[in-house]
């Protein structure tokens, strides 16, 4: 099972701007609290959602008056305004960060209300004000404001596009140890476009990110590792940090360490884990993994042989863009009865990728 050919893997900087500026609308971090927020769990169903359902999310917009609160843990006073934007009360959080800035010109409030005016929440969506807030939070140094800006910059909202301002923004904010600012730093050096590429650099940075707990960090400073690109070639390496990325949940690392499993490259030959991450990576839509889960299931390599569940995950993946010739004549050479059940259960998932191509 090959992992060097397994994908089309699109350019650093495309990765940069595809991947890291979706954090551009909402920090997605409690820098207002000085730690990165966890995203939120997904859940890996068995089949994709039904076209058209719809889910509504009912979130009061002011909170009940807070009762006296006790001291924090760490003897700092509690962040109410974050506790209240955290909670959906963003009325709440809006009052109490104004309140906070008027009274202690506090840096996290400053932030706080950018957020606030960034998404629209409880105030009219703003990015010329939000850019405002970032600015005056960032002279009193809060790196979240920072990383918010830049992406502002990257994209150009709030202002014209600035991808010089953006980087140096991130540079600064990676100093005070912004774990998706030095993540997106790293990416912007191995691209070589806005700086000068350096691997080692990026690799540097990657490391700090991983070694703070980001499964994205982990899983590109394990590609360097696998290639030998700023770091010594070190497949025992790679394989570790794929292995953190994937417990974290990270798809892209489900897959290689899936690959690194069954080939044994860097880590003990185990094709039974290889296809219970495969089979992960297949549910949350990876056609590489749909493919090589097909395979896997053909040959009943790491688990039962299974013609029916084979030809659904093979149809799944060519719908996508993943064909396989090898699996086209698997299927070919089943009985029509074997043929027709896999169809069936495919036929949810193609449903979807025909509606989401609509």
């Not at 940069?16 to 909402?26: E, P, Q, R, Y």
């Not at 006790?70 to 962040?79: I, L, Q, T, V």
């Not at 910059?153 to 596009?161: A, T, W």
């Not at 290889?274 to 493919?291: E, F, S, V, W």
Request: aromatic share 8%; hydrophobic share 45%; proline share 6%.
């Amino acid at each position: 099972m090959n992992a060097d050919c397994h994908r089309d893997r699109p350019r650093w900087a495309r990765a940069f701007l595809a991947g890291a500026l979706v954090l551009s609308g909402s920090l997605s971090s409690a820098a207002l609290a000085e730690t990165q927020l966890p995203r939120l769990a997904q859940a890996e169903p068995a089949s994709p959602a039904k076209p058209g359902a719809k889910q509504v999310q009912r979130k009061p917009a002011v909170a009940p008056a807070p009762a006296d609160p006790a001291p924090a843990a760490n003897g700092r006073e509690p962040d109410l305004a974050f506790g209240a934007f955290q909670r959906g009360y963003y009325l709440t959080a809006f009052s109490l960060a104004t309140k906070r800035v008027e009274e202690k010109s506090d840096a996290k409030a400053m932030t706080l209300l950018g957020e606030l005016y960034a998404n629209g929440f409880g105030v009219p969506r703003d990015d010329a004000k939000a850019a405002d807030w970032y600015k005056f939070a960032i002279g009193r140094g809060d790196r979240e404001a920072m990383f918010a800006l830049a992406m502002f910059r990257m994209s150009g909202r709030g202002g014209p596009s600035d991808p010089d301002e953006a980087t140096k923004l991130l540079a600064d904010a990676a100093k005070l140890g912004h774990i998706a600012a030095a993540y997106d730093l790293a990416l912007l050096y191995l691209d070589g476009q806005l700086l000068t590429q350096d691997y080692a650099r990026a690799a540097e940075l990657f490391r700090g990110a991983a070694d703070a707990g980001s499964p994205e960090a982990q899983y590109e400073l394990a590609k360097l590792y696998k290639d030998g690109y700023g770091v010594a070639k070190d497949p025992i390496q790679a394989a570790r940090l794929l292995a953190k990325a994937a417990l974290a949940d990270n798809t892209d690392a489900e897959l290689d360490y899936g690959i690194a499993l069954y080939n044994g490259t860097g880590v003990a030959k185990d094709e039974a884990g290889a296809a219970a991450l495969l089979r992960r990576a297949a549910i949350k839509g990876n056609p590489i993994a749909q493919n090589r889960l097909a395979n896997l299931l053909a040959m009943g390599k790491g688990v039962a042989a299974d013609p029916v569940q084979a030809i659904k995950w093979h149809l799944i993946a060519k719908a996508a863009g993943d064909t396989d010739a090898n699996l086209d004549n698997f299927m070919r050479n089943q009985k029509p009865d074997i043929q027709a059940a896999g169809q069936k259960a495919a036929k949810p998932w193609l449903d979807a990728i025909r509606l989401s191509r609509s």
